[in-house]
C-alpha cells in the first residue's frame, strides 16, 4: 500500500511540474533570425516578397529609412531610384545595387493570459488580459543585392567576381554602422 500511496504522490507531483511548466511558458509561433554580422541567402527563402536572388543580410539596428538616406547621401541620388538599381563602382567596374528594408517578427502566445481569461469567461466574466495574450517583436534587415550591365546575379556562388562584391558590401555596412552623419560617407567617397 505504500508504494501505491507514493507512486500517486509521485505522479500528482510530476502532473503538478508539467502543468506549471506548460502554464508558465510562452509558445513561440514565429522567430526573428538572429544575425551577428551578415549573411548570404537567397532573398526569397529570408522573406517570401523578395525576389529569387542571392543577398547579403543584416541586422539594421537604425531607426526606419536610415539606410535609404545613407544610400541617397553617398551616392548624391537626390531621391531618384534609391533602393532600385543604385550604380556603384567595385574595381572599376560598374554594377547595380538594390537594397530592401525588411521587417521579422518574433511572436509568442502567452499561455497563462490565456488561461486566466478563459477562467474568467466561463464565470461570466469580461477577458482583462486580451493584450497580453500573444506578444510581438520585431527587428529590422537590410538585403542587398547585386547585379551587372547584363542582370546577372553577382552574389550567386557561381559567379567569379562574387568575393570581391562581398568584400565591398562588408565595407559598405561597417560604414554605414558606423557613420552618424552621412555626409561623411559622401566625402569618403
Known amino acids: ?3 501505491q500511496r507514493i507512486n500517486q504522490n509521485l505522479m500528482k507531483l510530476l502532473l503538478l511540474l508539467f502543468s506549471l511548466l506548460l502554464f508558465t511558458s510562452c509558445i513561440p509561433l514565429k522567430v526573428a533570425p538572429k544575425i551577428k554580422e551578415d549573411k548570404l541567402i537567397v532573398a526569397k527563402k529570408f522573406k517570401s516578397t523578395l525576389p529569387k536572388k542571392h543577398s547579403y543580410v543584416f541586422e539594421d539596428p537604425k531607426d526606419a529609412n536610415e539606410f535609404y538616406n545613407y544610400i541617397n ?6 531621391h531618384e ?5 543604385v550604380p556603384v563602382l567595385i574595381n572599376g567596374y560598374q554594377y547595380f545595387l538594390t537594397f530592401h528594408e525588411v521587417e521579422r517578427v518574433t511572436k509568442t502566445v502567452n499561455l497563462i493570459p ?18 497580453v495574450h500573444s506578444t510581438r517583436t520585431g527587428n529590422w534587415y537590410i538585403v542587398l543585392t547585386v547585379s551587372d550591365s547584363k542582370l546577372n546575379d553577382c552574389l550567386d556562388p557561381n559567379y567569379g567576381d562574387r568575393e570581391v562584391i562581398i568584400e565591398y558590401l562588408k565595407k559598405e555596412r561597417l560604414e554605414y554602422l558606423a557613420t552618424t552623419n552621412y ?5 569618403r567617397k
Do not use: H
Open 114 to 131: 490565456l488561461v486566466v481569461d478563459a477562467s474568467l469567461d466561463s464565470k461570466g466574466y469580461s477577458p482583462i488580459l486580451e493584450d
Open 81 to 85: 531610384n534609391v533602393q532600385n538599381n
Open 183 to 187: 555626409f561623411d560617407a559622401l566625402f
Open 1 to 3: 500500500m505504500n508504494i
Open 73 to 78: 547621401t553617398k551616392y548624391e541620388l537626390n
